[in-house]
């Protein structure tokens, strides 16, 4: 489930950096095998090559609100390469190939590889009710 802006901001940051790869973190929740993308986030000191796109993890706070990591193909074959398979982190991978044109340009990945189903729903963005909040959850040990 990819909510309808999400895909926009994915196509079109693509297209920025094409012929360069772009990467993106997805935010979002995952319920009951259903993950539903609501949001995404410019990773930190992203490295865009033309060949692969990487970032430092250690740049971004351990959130559970991240699902996954979208990237582009600007050679328009949207298949997981060996490399994306090796570094895929999360839950899925979307992988987005030249030219960017709409849904049908993006593909949905299991961090195995397998190809996923997705749909893209219009709207607007859910309301979120539980921001993150890095000073909570530190503390729990220390009794
Ligand atoms: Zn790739």
Redesign the pocket.
């Known amino acids: 489930m990819l909510r309808k802006d999400v895909l926009d901001s994915i196509l079109s940051y693509s297209k920025m950096f094409h012929p360069k790869?772009g990467i993106l973190l997805l935010r979002g929740k995952s319920k009951s095998g259903v993950v539903e993308v609501d949001g995404v986030v410019i990773p930190p000191n992203a490295i865009h090559g033309s060949g692969f796109s990487a970032f430092g993890w250690g740049m971004i706070p351990i959130d559970l609100s991240y699902v996954g990591v979208a990237?582009s193909?600007p050679s328009g074959y949207a298949v997981?390469?060996q490399?994306?398979l090796l570094h895929v982190t999360g839950k899925i991978m979307v992988?987005a190939g030249a030219p960017y044109e709409d849904e049908s340009c993006l593909k949905i990945y299991t961090v195995h590889g397998e190809p996923l189903k997705f749909e893209v729903k219009e709207g607007r963005p859910t309301p979120s009710h539980e921001e993150f909040d890095p000073e909570v959850g530190g503390d729990e040990l220390g009794f």
Do not use: K
Request: no cysteine; aromatic share 0%.
């Open positions: 790869e990237h193909h997981p390469s490399e994306d992988i």
